[in-house]
């Protein structure tokens, strides 16, 4: 398997670019809604390990929902940052589970009715009692597509984890084009893009959602988020011994992590280019469609969001830490490039490589700027 430890990549600076204009604050509610999600883990009994609460406060659960669901009021806020922060504790436990599990999961997030609350155990109940949050203000056919949605989601990650399986035994990584098929899936953007409807009260029309244009926008949005997430989990997944992007272009073109991180900032730039293409096309397609103009600025707030939290977040930091290293965002700091603010009509999000101070391997971090 193709880790940091083969390449020992040379220090590079790799740019991320955003539209200024997506740049939101933190939502005003961001903090409550933390504390609020914390108690609600702590009663379904979720956090009764010192492992789950180390997670929870890791997390950084106000950055988590406050930024990527600025545009969200206080209700729909506390509901779509419960069904993220379940997400990311249910993906870490979800190995073993099989084909039945997921017709669970896909009721409990659909919210039937009839579905058993005591027999799911607690993380399906706290999905159901999620979803009775939403079905307050999204008819049943929102409800059914969010649920296959999250069985799609299940099913990438079964297969990206049985694909894992198969290529640490084979000592490899995955051809990047299988790889990014994959996790334009199993990074999950496709359901979190159905909740922004709910979370901002912009049901869309049936005729938008089989638009072409819609689907072009989707799988941007998804490319743009799991290369933000990819580039961060780089120090976690080589300690892992897990699959990465930028192992998978180091590895089919022969080169180093730095110069596989600089294809990943154009494969960026290139679904950058294709979200805001299709947003500009839907935007003079449907100039009267007052849901589509709020879905599409929250679908934009979404993804510089996501890129701020990853970014900044302690989740990816802590592994950083544990090979030696100091993380601070913003300074500069072992060896790091400080980050400029932005330039005009962009925000420079950066990822620098930042040399060890002993004997281990170079890793990569992320540090974010905001506007003044």
């Excluded at 894992?164 to 979190?192: D, K, W």
């Amino acid at each position: 398997m193709l880790t940091a430890l083969d390449l020992q990549p040379t220090p590079a600076t790799i740019t991320l670019r955003y539209p200024v204009q997506w740049y939101t604050p933190v939502h005003p509610h961001a903090a409550s809604t933390e504390a609020g999600t914390q108690a609600w883990l702590a009663d379904l009994r979720l956090l009764d390990s010192e492992a789950a609460v180390l997670k929870f406060r890791h997390l950084g659960v106000a950055r988590y929902g406050g930024w990527p669901l600025y545009n969200a009021d206080a209700e729909a806020l506390a509901t779509v940052t419960r069904f993220l922060t379940l997400w990311i504790f249910y993906d870490d436990m979800l190995e073993g589970h099989g084909e039945s599990h997921e017709l669970l999961a896909m009721a409990a997030v659909r919210g039937e009715p009839a579905f058993d609350v005591e027999a799911g155990g607690p993380y399906l109940r706290a999905w159901w009692e999620t979803a009775c949050r939403y079905r307050l203000r999204m008819d049943r056919a929102w409800c059914e597509r969010l649920g296959d949605r999250f069985g799609d989601w299940l099913r990438a990650v079964r297969e990206e984890a049985e694909q894992l399986r198969v290529l640490r035994c084979e000592g490899r990584q995955p051809e990047p084009g299988a790889y990014i098929a994959c996790r334009r899936r199993s990074i999950g953007v496709l359901p979190t893009l159905n909740l922004l409807e709910y979370a901002c009260g912009c049901a869309l029309p049936d005729e938008l959602r089989v638009h072409p244009a819609m689907a072009a926008l989707e799988r941007a949005a998804s490319e743009l988020v799991f290369i933000q997430n990819d580039l961060v989990s780089v120090p976690k997944d080589a300690r892992d011994r897990g699959v990465n992007l930028v192992f998978s272009v180091a590895q089919a073109r022969g080169c180093s992590l730095a110069a596989a991180c600089h294809e990943m900032e154009k494969m960026h730039d290139t679904a950058l280019t294709g979200f805001t293409n299709a947003a500009g096309f839907l935007r003079m397609e449907f100039p009267d469609c007052a849901p589509l103009m709020q879905w599409l600025e929250a679908a934009e707030t979404m993804c510089h969001g996501f890129a701020r939290w990853h970014l900044s977040n302690t989740r990816y930091e802590w592994v950083l830490i544990d090979l030696g290293i100091a993380v601070e965002a913003g300074t500069r700091n072992a060896g790091c490039v400080e980050i400029t603010s932005g330039t005009v009509g962009e925000e420079r999000i950066t990822t620098c490589a930042v040399p060890a101070r002993s004997a281990a391997p170079s890793t990569w971090t992320a540090y974010s700027s905001a506007p003044p």
